[in-house]
């Protein structure tokens, strides 16, 4: 896989990147050395992609989005190694979240493909616009009745081009100059469908047999998520650089819920997120809350007009934090003790 972001050639690279961005004429050893796609790549990655950890949670967090150390270091090594990034957590922890934040962040676009069970590559990677081929055989075919000729190879070919080919999530993020791909859940799909997806990884290209090779120019910054419903195979996980992300503490939780919404009063912030925390530390919840249902329940709580959580107002809002009914009546019976002090 090639690495767009490498760093061993050093300066020569940096000027050649500059000259592409900026529209200047490249000297004739960068072009044969990098040649003008590559190099206008490159100049997109310089001008795009965080040089350190730090600047990666710097404008990860002007994004709304605030990561922990450890996340923004593993997402600055994905960038910089050109690797996909595989993201493990429970549901609600902010995996899906971190792509969206990387897209911004790249000023490209997102391209997301949900993943479920059954899934193939039919519906991952491509299709063929089956109704437009079929006007396309009949206007061919009274085409033909006139002149009395009609070459089948060449019917054949025109049947399968550009025009007729639907990109699906993936053969888009291949095809798009910049993206990133989210390929979200990837739990959810079978082996089978891992084992395409671990060939796509590795070669950023597919091969459509009634079209040809589609190889990515610049490949796609890949986020993967799994809320872990089964485990993934070792192939894949060996092509990716791994992190899981927990929930977040008290008090990134209360910086979370601020930043997200900040019409949210700083004590009703605080509220919400201890009442929260106190839900997931009870350890007999069937799905603890995950901070998008903390930014729920806080968005329901301002939308009432309320400043304060008493245990009536808490009682009257659990479905906006709680989606089964044996955790909402587990925690009303005990809303006195998680909204204590």
């Known amino acids: 896989m090639h690495s767009r972001f490498t760093s061993e050639q050093g300066s020569h690279r940096r000027q050649c990147c500059i000259a592409a961005t900026d529209g200047c004429r490249l000297p004739a050893e960068c072009r044969h050395v990098h040649g003008d796609s590559q190099l206008i790549a490159y100049g997109w990655f310089m001008t795009h992609v965080p040089e350190s950890a730090q600047e990666v949670s710097t404008r990860l967090r002007a994004t709304g989005y605030l990561p922990d150390e450890g996340l923004s270091t593993i997402t600055y090594l994905a960038l910089a190694m050109a690797r996909p990034l595989l993201l493990e957590g429970e549901p609600g ?47 061919v075919e009274a085409t033909s009745q006139v002149s009395n ?84 195979h070792d ?34 912030a605080e509220q919400v997120a201890r009442a929260v925390q106190r839900m997931r530390a009870s350890g007999d919840l069937l799905k603890p809350p995950g901070v998008a249902e903390t930014l729920d329940w806080a968005q329901a709580l301002h939308q009432l007009g309320r400043d304060d ?10 479905g906006a934090v709680l989606k089964y009914r044996e955790d909402a009546d587990r925690v009303r019976d005990g809303l006195d003790l998680i909204l204590a002090g």
């Open 149 to 232: 000729r009609m070459d089948t190879e060449a019917l054949e070919a025109s049947l399968f081009a550009d025009r007729f080919l639907l990109d699906r999530p993936i053969l888009r993020a291949l095809r798009e100059q910049n993206a990133v791909l989210l390929i979200d859940e990837i739990d959810r799909a079978d082996d089978e469908f891992e084992a395409f997806l671990l060939e796509v990884l590795s070669t950023n290209q597919v091969t459509i047999p009634e079209y040809g090779v589609v190889r990515a120019k610049t490949p796609p910054v890949v986020v993967l998520t799994s809320n872990r419903t089964r485990e993934l």
């Open 309 to 318: 959580l008493d245990i009536e107002t808490a009682s009257a809002t659990l």
């Open 93 to 139: 922890t902010g995996k899906t979240a971190l792509a969206e934040a990387l897209a911004t962040l790249l000023e490209v676009p997102l391209i997301r493909l949900q993943c479920y069970e059954g899934i193939d590559a039919s519906q991952a990677l491509y299709d063929w616009d089956f109704p437009r081929q079929i006007l396309h055989l009949r206007a």
């Open 235 to 268: 192939a894949l996980k060996r092509r990716c650089l791994y992190h899981w992300i927990d929930h977040p503490g008290l008090a990134r939780e209360v910086e979370i819920v601020r930043s997200r919404l900040p019409e949210v009063s700083q004590r009703l």
